[in-house]
């Protein structure tokens, strides 16, 4: 018999549309005003059997994401072919707006901020394959600037857990009106100083013109092993939207962003995690065929058209940890807000790192000890003030325990 708290599992055959979870979510916003002082993750969980790899959306996806810059083959075009390391996040995305924009769901949909993902690979997958994708909710805790909340995306292949990710979103609204969730685990955070009242979408006081993701004066440049700018068009947003299924207002026109309080229409925040990535794996030490993690935190939204720098680390093999790891972040970032899949502009406040169905103590720091290489990298503006992404990848033999985000310690 089913206990109260414990998940139920809806099982689908069919990836559900968006357009429809979208509607849903601007509908029931009304509905899903602060205070959120009795707010609840729904323990709900959906998974996607044997989702279908539509080869098209793949070919358009490398096309937008850089991988065919390099002359890498592609994985739509060659059976066992690895897909593009951050691809089953498209495979989950559609799962994961339907639980969002449910009645059940607390927090409000438009407004919502994706700011950070973390991903782990245990081995790659390929166009050819069918595997059940999940995707449920945990973590919600209080944040400085409202409420945040983790979506889980796990792909199997038969009982292998062979991709999974953990996304943090952000609900802004005023602090001390949330519970933490009974479901979610002991982070160690505990109440958040207050500040202004903010979880709308048309909210403009937080925008790129704020100035506040820019370097501070006197900051020390990066170092970095490989640079490249990439001039942005006005309609990447539409070509990673046709790839992706999401056609965001924000992203897609200046007139449609301007309905949302954005002075520009922005690229899509998992656009710029996935062309890091393909730009890392356009170089020579990188390698996309073994166990790797990779992470990123979304600082300040790229407006369009523009141009960015990529700067990529040189890989190194760390040391054994030291201090301690994860340490609350007390950085801001800059702030326009959006709905989920476009970077978020509120830095996330860093709990420390555990894997799934783990307690309070992680224990040592697997990552480390089995990465053969990290590599740090960021992406700014051409000119080098305004920070826009930072992230890094871990790589190396597939480990024996559950997947491990890397260590943000440095």
């Given at each position: 018999?089913?206990?109260?708290?414990?998940?139920?599992?809806?099982?689908?055959?069919?990836s559900p549309p968006l357009l429809p979870s979208f509607l849903r979510g601007a509908l029931a916003t009304p509905r899903k005003r602060a205070p959120y002082d009795a707010a609840r993750l729904p323990t709900r969980r959906l998974v996607l059997n044997r989702a279908?790899?539509?080869?098209?959306?793949?070919?358009?996806?490398?096309?937008?994401?850089?991988?065919?810059?390099?002359?890498?083959?592609?994985?739509?075009?060659?059976?066992?072919?690895?897909?593009?390391?951050?691809?089953?996040?498209?495979?989950?995305?559609?799962?994961?707006?339907?639980?969002?924009?449910?009645?059940?769901?607390?927090?409000?949909?438009?407004?919502?901020?994706?700011?950070?993902?973390?991903?782990?690979?245990?081995?790659?997958?390929?166009?050819?394959?069918?595997?059940?994708?999940?995707?449920?909710?945990?973590?919600?805790?209080?944040?400085?600037?409202?409420?945040?909340?983790?979506?889980?995306?796990?792909?199997?292949?038969?009982?292998?857990?062979?991709?999974?990710?953990?996304?943090?979103?952000?609900?802004?609204?005023?602090?001390?009106?949330?519970?933490?969730?009974?479901?979610?685990?002991?982070?160690?955070?505990?109440?958040?100083?207050?500040?202004?009242?903010?979880?709308?979408?048309?909210?403009?006081?937080?925008?790129?013109?704020?100035?506040?993701?820019?370097?501070?004066?006197?900051?020390?440049?990066?170092?970095?092993?490989?640079?490249?700018?990439?001039?942005?068009?006005?309609?990447?947003?539409?070509?990673?939207?046709?790839?992706?299924?999401?056609?965001?207002?924000?992203?897609?026109?200046?007139?449609?962003?301007?309905?949302?309080?954005?002075?520009?229409?922005?690229?899509?925040?998992?656009?710029?995690?996935?062309?890091?990535?393909?730009?890392?794996?356009?170089?020579?030490?990188?390698?996309?065929?073994?166990?790797?993690?990779?992470?990123?935190?979304?600082?300040?939204?790229?407006?369009?058209?523009?141009?960015?720098?990529?700067?990529?680390?040189?890989?190194?093999?760390?040391?054994?940890?030291?201090?301690?790891?994860?340490?609350?972040?007390?950085?801001?970032?800059?702030?326009?807000?959006?709905?989920?899949?476009?970077?978020?502009?509120?830095?996330?406040?860093?709990?420390?790192?555990?894997?799934?169905?783990?307690?309070?103590?992680?224990?040592?720091?697997?990552?480390?000890?089995?990465?053969?290489?990290?590599?740090?990298?960021?992406?700014?503006?051409?000119?080098?003030?305004?920070?826009?992404?930072?992230?890094?990848?871990?790589?190396?033999?597939?480990?024996?325990?559950?997947?491990?985000?890397?260590?943000?310690?440095?």
């Open positions: 018999m089913r206990t109260a708290d414990a998940p139920r599992v809806q099982h689908l055959s069919d279908r790899i539509s080869t098209d959306r793949l070919r358009a996806y490398e096309r937008v994401c850089g991988y065919g810059d390099f002359g890498t083959r592609a994985a739509s075009a060659n059976t066992g072919a690895p897909l593009p390391p951050a691809y089953p996040h498209l495979l989950g995305f559609p799962l994961a707006m339907r639980l969002l924009s449910d009645r059940a769901f607390p927090f409000p949909l438009p407004g919502l901020v994706h700011t950070a993902i973390d991903l782990t690979q245990e081995r790659p997958l390929d166009a050819a394959e069918r595997p059940d994708v999940e995707v449920h909710t945990e973590e919600l805790r209080p944040h400085r600037r409202g409420s945040q909340f983790t979506v889980v995306t796990r792909a199997r292949v038969g009982d292998e857990v062979v991709w999974s990710s953990r996304s943090t979103y952000l609900c802004r609204h005023r602090p001390g009106t949330t519970a933490p969730d009974a479901s979610a685990r002991d982070t160690g955070t505990g109440p958040n100083p207050p500040t202004e009242p903010d979880n709308s979408l048309h909210d403009n006081s937080l925008t790129e013109q704020d100035g506040s993701g820019t370097r501070p004066a006197g900051a020390e440049e990066e170092t970095a092993a490989h640079t490249a700018t990439w001039d942005l068009p006005t309609t990447l947003g539409r070509q990673y939207g046709a790839a992706s299924g999401d056609r965001n207002p924000i992203h897609l026109h200046p007139l449609s962003a301007r309905l949302f309080g954005f002075p520009r229409h922005i690229a899509h925040g998992m656009w710029t995690f996935a062309r890091c990535l393909a730009e890392l794996g356009g170089l020579d030490e990188e390698s996309w065929t073994g166990r790797f993690t990779a992470e990123a935190e979304f600082r300040a939204p790229v407006p369009l058209p523009s141009a960015v720098t990529f700067h990529g680390g040189a890989p190194h093999r760390p040391g054994p940890p030291s201090g301690t790891n994860g340490a609350d972040r007390t950085d801001d970032a800059p702030g326009a807000g959006g709905t989920p899949g476009e970077p978020g502009t509120v830095a996330r406040e860093k709990s420390p790192d555990k894997g799934p169905d783990k307690g309070p103590d992680k224990g040592p720091d697997k990552t480390n000890e089995c990465a053969t290489t990290v590599r740090s990298f960021s992406l700014r503006d051409s000119g080098g003030d305004r920070l826009h992404l930072t992230g890094r990848v871990a790589s190396g033999p597939r480990s024996s325990g559950p997947p491990d985000r890397p260590s943000r310690s440095s």
